[in-house]
């Protein structure tokens, strides 16, 4: 057993944090201020190949493991939130389902220019009513026969929302429904959708909480006509697909919340050691110095499930059970530490002016985004009991 | 034939970690200290990527350090260097200047090299003597605070840009030459994903003093000429203040605070 990062792991981890400290910081406020996408920065990581890290190399991406993009998007979201939410967003379920489900054809023409960086990604599931019921999808697409002859064209109707790097992104990968299956139940496919389809508009984009340069908006389908080759997988395959994308998604989203906490403590540590209240600094206090032991465990622990969960993806093993933990325990632990970090600094902390207030609104998405904490706890249980829990 | 170029890298303790340790004797224990490459050697072996870009280079990263050089040797050859030599040896510990001027000199006598270039001073002993003095003793012509690099393959000479208190002035020399870079040479690269990969499989060779035909005892501590006679950490610093507003706000707050303490 070896809790050391290998040589080319650690070389990955500082050569992501010296440029998110160098290059990227200095441009974090104004964006998060004006909630501006950050269209220039995301062109710089595309350049260095950070917008397809665990995406094999002969489909567009750097060809690294889990262990590796767990790494980069905890070190993005620490210096920032919005960008880890939109790389991982980018990667997880822009990429994902395409390297998982695509043929040849559909890597070429659309996953390697996004593997690549040239082209953003996002990934529409959740609908104004279809959140965690994923079957209530209302989006629905008809399969209409070309009079030529030819494949046909899939006509699809509805609307998303919730959608990360809507607006932002040149291809979307979308669910709707297709039919009905013999029990009854929706059948849901999965289609690849680029931004220019006639009849597809970004009909708001959301005023959020926090994470505020990162992209959130609603999407509309009116008659979208895609050619039937842009069914992605099999017809009815698209539930199976988006589980298994949900698995690797929640190992993205749980190291970004990892990111966010540590920005808190690496924020209250020397806070606690320097901001000096009755002649000596706070962190000798026992009230002040027992929340900066809990956080520093909390975060411990917690990588230790992100890597494990990585750790598994990369053995080619399951690590669906792992991964919902590392999910729930990585968000709930980002929201009590950057919370905790908001109380070590007091008023300071209330205020814009230090960074701490961003990292809790930020670190509430993590515990929503991509299954709820709630939706993570009936997924763990499931596995464990074996019995349907309601 | 592509320009062979070795480029000094000194493995130091990383000022962002802070947290070197020293020894009982006052010395940098340098096992216990997170280790970077010596922030000046990234800029000599920018230059030294560059040529490699735009006219095609065999860059050799050398470095005298304990076995765990190896490890901050990887940041250079992602970053492309071609190779690297470490000279390493348990006899080197407590190593001065003089020491290592010797021994880099002696792995430099094993290599083939049209240029070498070194980072203007450590940022750990701070000496800046390495460069010059292992140009001193291989005889090679010295060219130093280098703010750009122009060797000329088929004439077989290099030319710099020496930064001097009123501007530049021009040198050349036949090659081998010994060169001592500025940070003028430009901001270092970050390593790419794909030289990170591409890091793990490259060469690193490491030397022993013996390797080198060197006598052991003739290095290291016990053969310094120079030793540590206290250390003393630096004072706290004072209280920050920390000025807001505008840029022109804050530009004529600082103007003001200059002024005030006749400083400017």
């Known amino acids: 057993m070896d809790f050391d990062l290998s040589t080319e792991h650690a070389l990955l981890r500082s050569t992501i944090r010296d440029f998110m400290e160098s290059e990227v910081a200095p441009v974090v406020e104004e964006h998060e201020r004006e909630h501006r996408f950050p269209v220039e920065v995301v062109r710089r990581l595309g350049e260095m190949g950070w917008l397809g890290i665990p995406i ?47 043929t040849k054809e559909q890597k070429d023409r659309y996953l390697i220019p996004m593997a690549s960086g040239k082209v953003i990604g996002a990934y529409g599931l959740t609908e104004p009513g279809a959140g965690s019921d994923a079957g209530g999808t209302r989006t629905t697409a008809r399969l209409e026969s070309d009079t030529n002859g030819a494949g046909g064209e899939w006509v699809i109707d509805g609307s998303k929302r919730f959608i990360t790097n809507a607006g932002q992104a040149g291809t979307y990968i979308i669910t709707a429904r297709t ?129 494990k969960s990585a750790w598994l993806k990369d053995q080619g093993r399951d690590y ?54 709630q939706v993570q706890r009936l997924v763990i249980a499931r596995k464990i009991l074996g019995l349907r829990i309601g | 034939m592509a320009l062979r170029i070795v480029v000094l890298t000194k493995p130091v303790p990383d000022p962002a970690a802070a947290a070197e340790r020293l020894g009982p004797d006052g010395r940098l224990d340098r096992a216990a200290s997170p280790a970077v490459i010596n922030g000046n050697d990234e800029y000599t072996l920018e230059a030294a990527l560059k040529l490699a870009d735009s006219m095609g280079a065999e860059v050799t990263l050398l470095s005298m350090a304990p076995p765990t050089g190896v490890e901050t040797m990887r940041k250079g050859l992602a970053m492309g260097a071609h190779r690297g030599v470490l000279v390493t040896d348990p006899a080197l510990a407590g190593a001065d200047g003089w020491s290592t001027v010797q021994v880099l000199a002696a792995a430099l006598r094993t290599l083939e090299y049209d240029l070498v270039l070194a980072g203007f001073d450590t940022s750990d002993g701070v000496g800046g003597v390495v460069g010059a003095g292992i140009a001193t003793l291989l005889k090679l012509p010295l060219l130093s605070s280098a703010a750009k690099i122009e060797p000329n393959a088929d004439a077989g000479t290099v030319r710099v840009r020496r930064i001097s208190p009123t501007g530049f002035d021009v040198l050349e020399a036949p090659m081998p030459a010994l060169i001592v870079g500025t940070q003028l040479l430009g901001e270092p690269r970050y390593p790419s994903l794909k030289g990170i990969m591409a890091a793990r499989s490259k060469e690193v060779v490491t030397k022993s003093l013996a390797d080198l035909g060197l006598d052991a005892a003739a290095f290291g501590g016990a053969a310094a000429r120079t030793k540590v006679t206290g250390t003393t950490k630096p004072p706290a610093r004072g209280a920050t203040q920390v000025v807001r507003g505008t840029p022109e706000e804050g530009a004529k707050a600082i103007a003001d605070l200059l002024a005030s303490r006749r400083l400017i």
């Open chain 1, 56 to 102: 094999p190399e002969d489909e567009g991406g750097a060809g690294m493991d889990t262990l590796s993009y767990a790494i980069a998007i905890e070190e993005i979201g620490r210096v920032w939130g919005s960008l880890g939410l939109i790389v991982a967003a980018h990667t997880s379920l822009g990429c994902g389902p395409l390297h998982l489900a695509g």
């Open chain 1, 179 to 307: 039919g009905t299956k013999e029990g009854g139940g929706a059948e849901i496919s999965a289609f690849i959708l680029p931004a220019d389809t006639p009849g597809f508009r970004v009909v708001r984009i959301e005023d959020k909480l926090g994470l505020h340069a990162s992209a959130t908006g609603e999407l509309a389908f009116d008659r979208c006509r895609v050619p039937a080759e842009n069914l992605l997988g099999e017809r009815g395959d698209g539930f199976r697909t988006f589980l298994k994308i949900l698995d690797g998604g929640r190992i993205s989203i749980a190291a970004l919340a990892l990111g966010l906490a540590q920005a808190a403590y690496d924020a209250a540590v020397p806070y606690a050691q320097t901001r000096e209240q009755f002649g000596k600094p706070i962190g000798s206090f026992q009230g002040v110095a027992f929340m900066i032991a809990d956080m520093a465990t909390e975060i411990e622990a917690a990588r230790a499930l992100v890597w």
């Open chain 1, 320 to 373: 669906s059970l792992v991964a919902a933990q590392a999910k729930l325990f990585a968000s709930e632990v980002s929201s009590r530490v950057t919370n905790a970090a908001i109380q070590v600094h007091g008023g300071y902390g209330y205020v814009t002016e230090y960074p701490v207030e961003r990292f809790l609104r930020d670190a509430k998405l993590t515990e929503i985004g991509e299954g709820t904490s």
